[in-house]
Structures are given as C-alpha cells and as structure tokens.
C-alpha cells in the first residue's frame, strides 16, 4: 500500500522551505514584493497587476523581473550557506 500523504520528513522539509521563502520575500522592497505576490500567489496578469498597482506595465514587468532576480539570488545565497554548515 503507498501513502498518500508526505513522511513527517518530507512535510518538515516542505515547512522550513516555505517559512524561509516567507522570510526572504519578506526581505524584498515594498514595491518588488507586491508585484510578485499578484503575479505568481494571486495569478494576476500584467495588465491587471498595473491597474490594481496603478503603475504602468513596462513598470509591472521590470519589478517583478527584479522581484525574481532578487529572490533567486538570496535563495542561492541561503542554500550555498546551508551547504557549508553540513560539511
């Protein structure tokens, strides 16, 4: 019989990943974490993200693009530290 639901690990994996992206979204500017969360939480298009933001869309695009740079890097940042201590 296979479980349907996660091992304890897995689900303890699952919550330190999702407590530590809170953390580092949180670390974002204002500006670049609003865009992000209408986008990939809220599943806002472009058009409707600068019209709820009331900033043009070229604005939109270049903020969450940085939004994503910024995020990816300190999430690299974060694993690449978690690596070392493990050694």
Partial sequence: MIATTPD????SIRG??????ERLMSALPEEQRE??????????????????TNVPI???????????AALKARWLRQAEG??????
Wanted: aromatic share 2%.
């Fill in 8 to 11: 304890p690990e897995s689900a």
């Fill in 16 to 21: 330190d990943d999702a407590r530590s992206l």
């Fill in 35 to 52: 865009v992000l969360v209408l986008r990939e939480i809220e599943d806002l298009d472009y058009r409707a993200i600068a019209t709820v």
């Fill in 58 to 68: 070229g604005t939109v695009m270049s903020r969450l693009a940085r939004a994503r």
């Fill in 82 to 87: 978690e690596l070392r201590g493990v050694r």
